[in-house]
């Protein structure tokens, strides 16, 4: 296929509050009798664990965000 790529729907933007990185480990204290250490996977608030935010709407409507 030859000429320009076609059009595609605009990126979804990186959280601004985490980066990108919307699952974390977060350890919960001291090793356990078995050596292992306990840890929960805590998602990010505002993205809920996706990353991404959904576009603004000035970017739907050709607009500068």
Do not use: E, K, W, Y
Not at 7 to 23: E, Q
Not at 49 to 64: D, E, N, V, Y
């Amino acid at each position: 296929m030859t000429g320009s790529a076609p059009a595609t729907a605009a990126s979804p933007r990186i959280c601004p509050n985490c980066d990108g990185f919307a699952t974390v480990a977060v350890s919960s204290g001291d090793r356990d009798a078995s050596g292992r250490l306990p840890t929960l996977a805590v998602d990010c608030s505002a993205c809920h664990g996706a990353g991404t935010l959904p576009a603004s709407a000035a970017q739907f409507a050709g607009g500068r965000a």
